[in-house]
């Protein structure tokens, strides 16, 4: 069974700093691309990052050069390291895999910025 599990949210203030993680089992971590969506109150979910088995990475425009996805195979752990961050930013932040044709969730950490 799949577990994902985020931590390392919390408030910043604009223009802070946050390390999110999602460690992984149930699965073979080293072989799926692994991704980070994030929800604010009332709109849809969307994609941030994604980072592909090879560490091929990818961001939505809104996050490019601010964020940065990262993985640690031996740790079966993505990370997601944002900076200068927005109020814009503030969402419920999950991590997502697909394993045998199932898509996964974990079951996301709260980023907040506010002054």
């Known amino acids: 069974q799949v577990h994902l599990v985020e931590s390392g949210g919390g408030l910043v203030q604009p223009g802070g700093s946050l390390r999110l993680s999602c460690t992984a089992s149930?699965?073979?971590?080293?072989?799926?691309?692994m991704r980070w969506y994030r929800q604010a109150p009332g709109k849809e979910r969307e994609l941030v990052a994604s980072?592909?088995?090879?560490?091929?990475?990818s961001y939505a425009d809104s996050v490019k050069g601010r964020f940065t996805i990262s993985r640690d195979n031996a740790k079966n752990t993505v990370y997601l390291q944002m900076n200068s961050l927005k109020l814009e930013d503030t969402a419920v932040y999950y991590c997502?895999?697909?394993?045998?044709?199932?898509?996964?969730w974990g079951q996301g950490t709260q980023v907040t910025v506010s002054s």
């Open positions: 149930g699965f073979t971590f080293s072989s799926r691309a």
């Open positions: 997502n895999t697909v394993w045998r044709g199932v898509v996964n």
């Open positions: 980072i592909t088995v090879s560490e091929s990475t």
